[in-house]
């Protein structure tokens, strides 16, 4: 498309008046069209193709013939003024003035046949005065003199005078442009010259490098280098050519190219020939700005509680001496007795604080457990009188050791009929762990939940045991521990369990946490109490992080939020190339193996869990379950209920959902029944294991399965004499019926699981309440019902396969 062709343009390189290409776009496009008006490509198409047309010859002959005859139309008119042309040769000019006034009155009676051609004769008999006088040339925009018109007519064609006009004012806007053009260039040639003048004084390259070398002769340069540089970044620190320290490489055996890398030794050498000195470049990493690694000075250290971990085999009783020590009933809320997650509390034993961890003892929970023995000082290894050492005591005396913490012994159920704690003694010796009666140094201690048995003895050996350690810390610096639990809470987001192991940590501090970052909006005690600051073995529950931390992790109080921030991006990108990295390349080594994964069934799974070390511990008990037959891979876990695109995931990737303590919300449920996706939902991790397990082994066949009969939404409760507290429900789906097995979920997370002790409607005890309809249930044993709660009823149903 040609840039701003206006319609004046096309009417002059078509030998056309500006009215005809005006009229003849009017026809085709409605908006109105002025001489100035540039024309795009479809309105020069409909120009072009319309006087193509009119002007359309049928051969190339009658073309070049009309072509030779379009110079001749001067002579024409000359056949009519030849006779006053031929009288005075000596007086053209005057000829020239009386054709001006004869030639209307010859044109009088032949105006009817519309012969332009005889205004011509004006120009022509112009020409000889131009070439008389120059000053002429001037006047050739007053062109349109040359047309005759009829003044005893009406018809008089004023567009065709308007073309002066035109002319005219293209020629002052044409003029502007050509002064400013002008002025601009001439506003630039002293600029130019300057510039022209600066560029002579400048040195070339080569100069300026054999100026450099000449200085670096009078006087050694020093340059910083770090352990590892590139060879085009050393040749830059010592203002040299790349090539020149490649050959003083060459020269030493070294063959590197302008990217490649050189240690800090072969540096010192290169340098040494180019007169330079080199210093070891110290690197100060955002960690290190930002968090404070240095040592205490024993002036500013005090005394700190002590930080117990209570380990040993599943069942054996760990739970409940803590209950005893804790006078809390924490088992019960327990499903099926067994403690999921890590809980820390913190005791007064007499006049002295101790800080207790409960651990999971279930082997799938191994990770945690480590997690555990990692930020203790004490480890009190609970083992059963009548079981004896079993498994998952050995990992925990593994790890307690690994830990190199202070191991403390107490044989449990001393209570039952079976119990032989010389048994135990005896088994320990075989791990290393000698009791203090035969001679070693590990206190054995027998106890019994039941009934209080040595449970004072225990921990006045904890108090003991704590101060020969000297357990000290400095509470008056920026906080330093370990995240021993987060979750994610509906309302109140990422909720982390910390402990700080030295300084004091307040409300308000910056906080980096692994690849966490975040402000300490609230904190809470293990009693539920709002606190503003945790010093040293002190564990509390904070809020306002960016994201759910992992279990572990260590947490450092920080002073500058934006370095903070930079290193959390830092920790981010290294976990991705880590994880790009493990990703196993096909090699000739390899290839053999890699074709053998290509025949191995996968079984894919999506975890779901209430909090992160749950995730964790499901992930890696599954992915245990592996054989050469079936690989287990988790492709994703997280914290939080079942949503709908865990199950669209599911569904595209062909997983299984395992879910823990958790639930699915109705969405994701309904989703998951009409694409068929398998959610299998659990809250003993032994269930999950099993039963994966027997899938596995394609001998899944179990006796019972859950089936779902309705769900209803908590709308009030009421407190009632005799009765207890009433749910006041609203059926949501399916039905409610008595006696049904009820689980109550709160923000997708399972509460409790109990039984419908009573029906009713208004007054009347119904047998089931359907859909839609608001209904009166107590439950059996469960009375922490809150606004909100959803109920979900469901029976047990026995089937064989």
């Given at each position: 498309?040609?840039?701003?062709?206006?319609?004046r343009?096309?009417?002059?390189?078509?030998?056309?008046?500006?009215?005809?290409v005006?009229?003849?776009?009017?026809?085709?496009?409605?908006?109105?069209?002025?001489?100035?008006t540039?024309?795009?490509?479809?309105?020069?198409?409909?120009?072009?193709?319309?006087?193509?047309?009119?002007?359309?010859?049928?051969?190339?002959?009658?073309?070049?013939a009309?072509?030779?005859?379009?110079?001749e139309?001067?002579?024409?008119?000359?056949?009519?003024?030849?006779?006053?042309?031929?009288?005075?040769?000596?007086?053209k000019?005057?000829?020239?003035k009386?054709?001006?006034?004869?030639q209307?009155q010859?044109?009088?009676?032949?105006?009817?046949?519309?012969?332009?051609?005889?205004?011509?004769p004006?120009p022509?008999?112009?020409?000889?005065?131009e070439?008389?006088?120059?000053q002429?040339?001037?006047r050739?925009?007053?062109?349109?003199?040359?047309?005759?018109?009829?003044?005893?007519?009406?018809?008089?064609?004023?567009d065709?005078?308007?073309?002066?006009?035109?002319?005219l004012a293209?020629?002052?806007?044409?003029?502007?442009?050509?002064?400013?053009?002008?002025?601009?260039?001439?506003?630039?040639r002293n600029?130019?010259r300057?510039?022209?003048?600066?560029?002579?004084?400048?040195?070339t390259?080569?100069?300026?490098l054999?100026?450099?070398?000449?200085?670096?002769?009078?006087?050694?340069?020093?340059?910083?280098?770090?352990?590892?540089?590139?060879?085009?970044e050393?040749?830059?620190?010592?203002?040299?050519?790349?090539?020149?320290?490649?050959?003083?490489?060459?020269g030493?055996?070294?063959f590197?190219?302008?990217?490649?890398?050189?240690?800090?030794?072969?540096a010192?050498?290169?340098?040494?020939?180019?007169?330079?000195?080199?210093?070891?470049?110290?690197?100060?990493?955002?960690e290190?700005?930002?968090?404070?690694?240095?040592?205490?000075?024993?002036?500013?250290?005090?005394?700190?509680?002590?930080?117990?971990?209570?380990?040993?085999?599943?069942?054996?009783?760990?739970?409940s001496?803590?209950?005893v020590?804790?006078?809390?009933n924490?088992?019960?809320?327990?499903?099926?007795?067994i403690t999921?997650?890590i809980?820390?509390y913190?005791?007064?034993?007499?006049d002295?604080?101790v800080?207790?961890?409960?651990?999971?003892?279930?082997?799938?929970?191994?990770?945690?457990?480590?997690?555990?023995?990692?930020?203790?000082?004490?480890?009190?290894?609970?083992?059963?009188?009548d079981?004896?050492?079993?498994p998952q005591?050995?990992?925990?005396?593994?790890?307690a050791?690994?830990?190199?913490v202070s191991?403390?012994?107490a044989?449990?159920?001393?209570?039952k009929?079976?119990?032989?704690?010389?048994?135990?003694?005896?088994?320990?010796?075989?791990?290393?762990?000698v009791?203090?009666?035969?001679?070693?140094?590990?206190p054995?201690?027998?106890v019994?939940?039941?009934?209080k048995?040595?449970?004072?003895?225990?921990?006045?050996?904890?108090?003991?045991?704590?101060?020969?350690?000297?357990?000290?810390a400095?509470?008056?610096?920026?906080?330093?521990?370990?995240?021993?639990?987060?979750?994610?809470?509906?309302?109140?987001g990422?909720?982390?369990?910390?402990?700080?192991?030295n300084?004091?940590?307040?409300?308000?501090?910056t906080?980096?946490?692994?690849a966490t970052?975040?402000r300490?909006?609230?904190m809470?005690?293990?009693k539920?109490?709002?606190?503003?600051?945790?010093?040293?073995?002190?564990?509390?529950?904070?809020?306002?992080?960016?994201?759910?931390?992992?279990?572990?992790?260590?947490?450092?109080?920080?002073?500058?939020?934006?370095?903070?921030?930079e290193?959390?991006?830092q920790?981010?990108?290294?976990?991705?190339?880590?994880?790009?990295?493990?990703?196993?390349?096909?090699?000739?080594?390899?290839?053999?193996?890699?074709?053998?994964?290509?025949?191995?069934?996968?079984?894919?799974?999506?975890?779901?869990?209430?909090?992160?070390?749950?995730?964790?511990?499901?992930?890696?008990?599954?992915?245990?379950?592996?054989?050469?037959?079936?690989?287990?891979h988790?492709?994703?876990?997280?914290?939080?209920?079942?949503?709908?695109?865990?199950v669209?995931?599911a569904?595209?990737?062909?997983?299984?959902?395992?879910?823990?303590?958790?639930?699915?919300?109705p969405?994701?449920?309904e989703?998951?029944?009409?694409?068929?996706?398998?959610?299998?939902?659990?809250?003993?991790i032994?269930?999950?294991?099993?039963?994966?397990e027997?899938?596995m082994?394609?001998?899944?066949?179990?006796?019972?399965?859950?089936?779902?009969?309705?769900?209803?939404?908590?709308?009030?409760?009421?407190?009632?004499?005799?009765?207890?507290?009433?749910?006041?429900?609203?059926?949501?789906?399916g039905?409610?019926?008595?006696?049904?097995q009820?689980?109550?979920?709160?923000d997708g997370?399972?509460?409790?699981?109990?039984k419908?002790?009573?029906?009713?409607?208004?007054?009347d005890?119904?047998?089931?309440?359907?859909?839609?309809?608001?209904?009166?249930?107590?439950l059996?044993?469960?009375?922490?019902?809150?606004?909100?709660d959803?109920?979900e009823?469901y029976?047990?149903?026995?089937?064989?396969?």
């Open positions: 498309m040609m840039i701003k062709y206006r319609v343009e096309v009417a002059k390189d078509l030998g056309l008046t500006n009215k005809e005006i009229d003849t776009l009017a026809k085709y496009f409605p908006e109105p069209k002025k001489y100035m540039a024309l795009e490509e479809p309105e020069l198409d409909i120009v072009f193709e319309t006087f193509t047309q009119e002007r359309n010859l049928e051969s190339l002959e009658e073309y070049f009309q072509r030779d005859k379009k110079p139309p001067a002579p024409e008119p000359k056949l009519e003024t030849e006779a006053p042309a031929k009288k005075p040769e000596g007086q000019p005057a000829p020239a009386e054709g001006g006034k004869r209307p010859q044109a009088k009676p032949r105006q009817k046949g519309k012969e332009t051609p005889k205004a011509q004006a022509a008999a112009k020409r000889p005065q070439e008389q006088k120059p002429q040339p001037v050739e925009p007053k062109a349109p003199t040359r047309r005759v018109v009829d003044t005893r007519s009406s018809n008089v064609n004023i065709k005078y308007n073309e002066k006009y035109d002319r293209d020629q002052k806007v044409s003029a502007r442009q050509d002064n400013a053009v002008t002025k601009q260039k001439f506003t630039n600029q130019q300057r510039g022209q003048q600066r560029r002579g004084k400048r040195e390259e080569a100069e300026r054999r100026r450099i070398a000449m200085e670096r002769k009078a006087k050694h340069i020093t340059i910083e280098v770090p352990e590892e540089i590139t060879v085009g050393f040749a830059l620190r010592l203002k040299v050519a790349a090539p020149e320290v490649i050959k003083k490489l060459m030493l055996g070294v590197a190219a302008i990217n490649d890398t050189i240690d800090f030794d072969t010192v050498l290169i340098a040494d020939e180019f007169h330079a000195k080199v210093e070891k470049e110290v690197v100060v990493t955002i290190e700005r930002i968090i404070d690694d240095s040592e205490d000075d024993e002036a500013n250290l005090v005394a700190r509680a002590p930080v117990v971990v209570v380990m040993g085999h599943v069942d054996h009783g760990k739970t001496i803590l209950d020590i804790r006078h809390s924490v088992t019960e809320g327990e499903a099926g007795g999921q997650h809980g820390a913190r005791v007064k034993v007499g002295r604080d800080t207790f961890l409960d651990t999971p003892g279930h082997a799938a929970f191994t990770t945690m457990r480590a997690r555990g023995a990692q930020v203790t000082d004490i480890a009190v290894l609970v083992v059963a009188a079981d004896g050492i079993m005591t050995v990992e925990a005396i593994n790890h050791k690994a830990a190199g191991i403390l012994v044989i449990n159920k001393m209570d009929d079976g119990a032989n704690p010389d048994r135990v003694k005896e088994q320990l010796t075989e791990y290393e762990l009791p203090e009666e035969w001679g070693g140094d590990t054995c201690l027998p019994s939940a039941h009934t048995q040595g449970i004072n003895d225990l921990l006045e050996m904890i108090i003991l045991t704590a101060d020969m350690m000297e357990l000290k400095n509470p008056d610096r920026a906080a330093k521990g370990t995240v021993i639990e987060a979750r994610l809470d509906k309302g109140m990422p909720i982390a369990t910390v402990l700080v192991q300084g004091t940590l307040k409300a308000g501090d906080i980096v946490a692994g970052v975040g300490v909006r609230s809470m005690d293990d539920g109490r709002r606190v503003t600051e945790a010093g040293p073995s002190v564990p509390v529950e904070i809020t306002g992080l960016g994201d759910v931390p992992v279990g572990g992790d260590t947490f450092d109080a920080v002073s500058d939020e934006r370095l903070a921030r290193l959390v991006e920790r981010l990108n290294d976990q991705k190339e880590e994880v790009f990295r493990a990703q196993t390349k096909v090699t000739l080594d390899n290839l053999f193996e890699q074709m053998r994964e290509g025949e191995m069934k996968e079984l894919k799974i999506i975890v779901k869990a209430d909090v992160q070390g749950s995730v964790e511990a499901v992930r890696q008990s599954l992915e245990k379950l592996s054989n050469d037959e079936v690989r287990v988790i492709i994703h876990g997280a914290v939080g209920a079942v949503s709908e695109s865990d669209m995931l569904n595209a990737s062909n997983a299984i959902i395992v879910g823990f303590n958790v639930r699915p919300d969405v994701a449920e989703s998951a029944k009409r694409d068929g996706v398998d959610m299998r939902l659990y809250r003993i032994y269930d999950c294991i099993e039963e994966i027997s899938a082994k394609g001998m899944l066949a179990p006796k019972y399965r859950e089936v779902a009969l309705g769900r209803a939404e908590c709308r009030e409760t009421y407190k009632i004499s005799n009765v207890g507290l009433v749910i006041g429900g609203h059926v949501t789906g039905k409610i019926t008595r006696n049904a009820v689980r109550v979920v709160r997370i399972i509460v409790a699981d109990d419908v002790a009573s029906l009713r409607r208004f007054k005890d119904v047998k089931e309440v359907a859909d839609g309809y608001d209904c009166g249930i107590t059996e044993r469960f009375a922490d019902i809150k606004q909100g959803v109920l009823a029976e047990m149903e026995e089937y064989r396969d």
